[in-house]
């Protein structure tokens, strides 16, 4: 019993298709103008999958999830915090809410340029 109690608190990573990720980032509040750019984005930092951890960067920082947020500037590990206060382990779950929600965010601070996936995708 103790087992399953432990496994039910792990989650499985998602990889996204692309249908179900625009689906996804629509109904989490990204403008339907912006999905391409956004669905590019994703492709190009993480694959579409929720739990990837890139890293480390030559600052020793890493990059979390789906939209690849760095844990120096945006998330902090353990605990809510940084600009988006946010645990950098709740950006690597299949629940993308907080990942939105950081992600418009940073767009809205840095724009597209903030992520060298989407600026190596143009």
Not at 20 to 29: D, N, Q, S, Y
Not at 69 to 94: A, F, Q, S, Y
Not at 106 to 117: S, V
């Amino acid at each position: 019993l103790l087992c399953l109690v432990a496994l039910l608190g792990i989650s499985e990573a998602k990889i996204f298709s692309r249908c179900e990720l625009a689906k996804e980032l629509v109904k989490h509040g990204l403008p339907r103008q912006d999905l391409a750019n956004w669905v590019c984005l994703i492709e190009s930092e993480s694959g579409r999958n929720t739990q990837i951890r890139g890293g480390p960067n030559y600052d020793g920082s890493y990059d979390n999830g789906l939209f690849q947020i760095n844990d120096r500037w945006w998330c902090m590990n353990g605990k809510p915090g940084h600009d988006c206060n946010v645990r950098c382990e709740d950006l690597r779950t299949d629940d993308i809410r907080a990942s939105v929600k950081c992600a418009l965010l940073i767009k809205k601070r840095q724009g597209w340029g903030a992520w060298y996936g989407w600026q190596n995708k143009k």
